[in-house]
């Protein structure tokens, strides 16, 4: 039979009530979890290096101004959810070796190049705009530190989708040498935008029971769907050509149909060989070694505090 605290546990989920750090939960929900968020956490703290590329490059002082913004936006949503992941039990430290080892994941899109300035367009308008897609439902996860977190980040991934697609609307509005520009960046990160929400729901072995759990609220297909319908009405005021000849209204399922992805583009990024994944990686070693000497600092201050406060 099951114990008290596992049917307040089920209470919870089913009365769609918050899990908090101090319940009782299933092993099995409290691994999902650190998974899941960590995987989040590294996935914003990368994914500071596609346009991290670009601050000193952005054409004017004012998107520069911006671009950093944005980029350090991303810095603090990697902390908020590093400190939502800590209270499931599992140290900093541990998921920094995790990502540093190379034996975590992080989100398939950020090991794609920015060749071009209207790529910061195209990861606003379509990554971040996938992002806030699956984000969004993640502000009614079942557990209340990553609920909570999302709230705060999908406001921000609201602004940063905005500014994409402002950049690539002021694009189309140019030169032909500029509309081209924004054309071939939007051919790139289209389909790995689509990707971003996981394998389609027969090859997604976490979700049935995330979604049991409430942690996702909807599947992978599901949210893409979404997802590429939110796009094509964009994409007409924009002007920009969707790159799938397979797009068009379905009246019956009151959906757009797309064309099928190329999966193994997608489990070649997951096994380490995209465009950039060691460049990715090398980068981030680089810093964390580069910031030993500020723990370092931190730690000396910490406990001369600690020594002053006791004498
Ligand atoms: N990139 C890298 N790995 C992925 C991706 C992706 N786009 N999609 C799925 N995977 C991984 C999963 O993490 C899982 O790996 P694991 O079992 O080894 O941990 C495996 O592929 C199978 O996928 P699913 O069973 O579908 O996994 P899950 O139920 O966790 O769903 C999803 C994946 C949708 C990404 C989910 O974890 C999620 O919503 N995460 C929070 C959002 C997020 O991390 N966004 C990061 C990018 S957005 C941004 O940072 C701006």
Redesign the pocket.
């Known amino acids: 039979a099951p114990t008290p605290e596992q049917l307040e546990f089920e209470r919870l989920i089913e009365t769609d009530s918050r899990v908090e750090p101090t319940d009782w939960m299933p092993e099995a929900y409290r691994k ?1 979890l650190i ?3 960590s ?2 956490a590294h ?2 703290i990368i ?1 500071m290096q596609p346009e991290g590329n670009w601050i000193t490059r952005a054409p004017s002082l004012k998107r520069k101004a911006i671009l950093m913004a944005k980029v350090q936006d ?1 810095a603090g ?1 990697g902390l908020y959810l590093y400190s939502a992941a800590q209270t499931l039990g599992i140290s900093r430290d541990a998921m920094y070796d995790q990502l540093l080892s190379g034996t975590a ?6 090991n794609y190049t920015t060749p071009t300035w209207a790529d910061m367009g195209s990861i606003g308008w379509l ?2 705009g ?2 806030i897609c ?2 969004v439902p ?1 502000c009614r996860c079942s557990y209340g530190p990553y609920g909570r977190a999302m709230v705060r980040i999908c406001k921000e ?1 609201s602004f940063h989708q905005r500014q994409g697609f402002e950049i690539l609307l002021t694009l189309m509005r140019g030169t032909p040498e500029q509309q081209r520009m924004a054309q071939e960046s939007v051919n790139r990160w289209y389909a790995p935008a689509l ?5 389609p729901d027969g ?5 049935q029971r ?1 979604m049991a759990w409430k ?2 609220r909807f599947s ?1 297909d599901e ?1 893409r769907q979404r997802f590429v319908d939110m796009l094509v009405p964009q994409a007409e005021v924009l002007g920009v050509t969707l790159p799938d000849p397979d797009i068009r209204w379905n009246e019956e399922r009151g959906h757009y149909d797309f064309g099928v992805l190329d999966w193994d583009e ?1 489990y070649e ?2 096994a380490g060989r995209g465009q950039a994944n060691t460049v990715r990686l090398a980068n981030r070693r680089a810093a964390h070694d580069d910031g030993a000497w500020v723990r370092e600092a931190a730690r000396a201050y910490a406990a001369r505090e600690d020594a002053d406060r006791s004498t």
Request: no cysteine; net charge negative; hydrophobic share 35%.
């Open positions: 999902t998974r899941q968020i995987q989040h996935s914003e994914g991303e949503h994941k992080y989100s398939s899109i950020f990554v971040d996938a992002a699956n984000q993640l991934e990707m971003m929400f996981g394998p090859e997604s072995p976490n979700s995330s942690i996702k992978n949210l997608f990024v997951l």
